[in-house]
């Protein structure tokens, strides 16, 4: 049955997901951020969702939003990763410090970060649930809930056990709305039935929705030659019921322009636009891509600092777009990683360390050999 009256039922339904925040030389561009903040907000918008892990995100959304709004004009939702640290103190340390990066005095929402597989232990070990009840008793966080990449059933054991949460954040785009390991449309209906509502990320799958191979991107200019991928993905999570908001990562004004677009008198999608999307997702689900978001969550650990997602971004070029980009992908390879600092395929020594982090469960180490075998020869891409 569908929701008619939720939580956050009536916050304007995009989201500034504040992960991919544009940058100059590795820097925060913070002149921009300022500028895509009061485009936001001018349009209408409300919501911000950083995350502690975000590098410097906390930071910056303090001078570009918070020293510069009133504190009532927006929700800004931020997320605690427990099982970065290894005790119960360290664990409650990173609350003050999010307080003190973003000086917004308290959170509108507030997540415990990517539960799920292992990670959900280390919340349980630390207790970190009473914990941010007692900071919600205390007036500094509004709504508490959780973000999770797992699957429907890890889903349910959570919601079951915890009925104090009062939304969660999934994964929700149509090209994974059937995947087995994703679940995008499994874990939908399990937050519906469960009456807890939705806060959508990676609506446009980390970017990957936008450049579409050509079949598909065909099938969108014959329906609509005027709409951008973006918007046509964006639509699909928004035409959900119960959703509080759809997080975009906008890293420069253009992709907010075109999101405040489609966001502004939102249009659900029709019964024609759905038959479009679903031979969309036909056509993707032909190919043999490797399905990474771009998280980062597996960098983090690897003791040989190899450059794990731009490696597969250099990878889903030949496989989305043939061989004939090999060159192009090549460069892309070197860029990514001896550009950035980072390590190469071939460094791996297969300890497993980033597998078990990967929400997107890719076997990471058979794929960076693959990415050996397709790079490894190529002088532009070793140089
Ligand atoms: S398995 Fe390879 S890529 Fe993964 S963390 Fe270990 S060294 Fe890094
Ligand atoms: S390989 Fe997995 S953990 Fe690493 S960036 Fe991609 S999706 Fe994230």
């Known amino acids: 049955m569908a929701m008619t009256d939720y939580l956050g039922k009536d916050i304007p339904k995009l989201g500034f997901g504040l992960m991919r925040l544009p940058r100059i030389e590795g820097k925060v561009d913070i002149e921009q951020v300022k500028q895509m903040v009061d485009l936001f907000l001018e349009a209408g918008f409300t919501y911000f969702d950083t995350a ?16 510069r709004y009133p504190r009532e004009s927006y929700q800004l939702a931020t997320k605690l990763p427990v099982w970065r640290v290894e005790t ?67 889903l349910d054991a959570i919601l079951t ?63 609509n030659p005027n709409a951008s991928t973006a918007s046509w993905a964006l639509r699909y999570a928004a035409s959900l019921n119960g959703i509080i908001v759809n997080l975009s ?11 405040i677009q489609t966001f502004t008198d939102f249009k659900p999608l029709i019964a024609e636009e759905r038959t479009v999307i679903e031979a969309v997702r036909g056509e993707l689900d032909k190919l043999p891509t490797v399905p990474c978001t771009s998280c980062d969550y597996c960098i983090e650990g690897c003791p040989e600092n190899i450059a794990i997602p731009g490696i597969f971004e250099a990878m889903n070029l030949v496989l989305r777009y043939g061989e004939d980009r090999k060159a192009g992908a090549g460069f892309e390879y070197f860029w990514q990683t001896k550009g950035h600092g980072r390590a190469q395929a071939d460094a791996c020594i297969e300890c497993g360390v980033c597998e078990s982090v990967c929400p997107q469960s890719i076997a990471i180490i058979d794929e960076l050999k693959h990415a050996d075998a397709l790079f490894g020869a190529n002088p532009v891409a070793r140089r």
């Open 52 to 67: 502690y892990g975000y590098d410097d995100s906390e930071v910056s959304i303090k001078e570009a939003l918070v020293d």
């Open 88 to 154: 119960r103190e360290e664990a409650e340390a990173m609350f003050d410090v999010q307080l003190e990066r973003t000086g917004a005095g308290y959170f509108d929402y507030y997540l415990l970060h990517n539960l799920g597989a292992h990670r959900t232990a280390y919340f349980d070990r630390f207790d970190t649930w009473s914990f941010l009840a007692q900071k919600k008793a205390e007036g500094l966080i509004k709504h508490l809930g959780f973000s999770i990449h797992g699957k429907a059933d890890e």
């Open 161 to 223: 056990a915890h009925p104090e949460m009062e939304f969660v954040q999934i994964q929700l785009n149509y090209a994974d709305w059937e995947s087995p390991s994703i679940q995008c449309r499994a874990n939908y209906e399990m937050a519906m039935q469960h009456n807890v509502p939705i806060i959508v990320m990676e609506p446009v799958k980390g970017g990957n929705l936008v450049e579409l191979p050509k079949t598909a991107l065909q099938l969108l200019t014959n329906a």
């Open 249 to 259: 990562g906008m890293s420069d004004l253009a992709q907010m322009r075109d999101n």
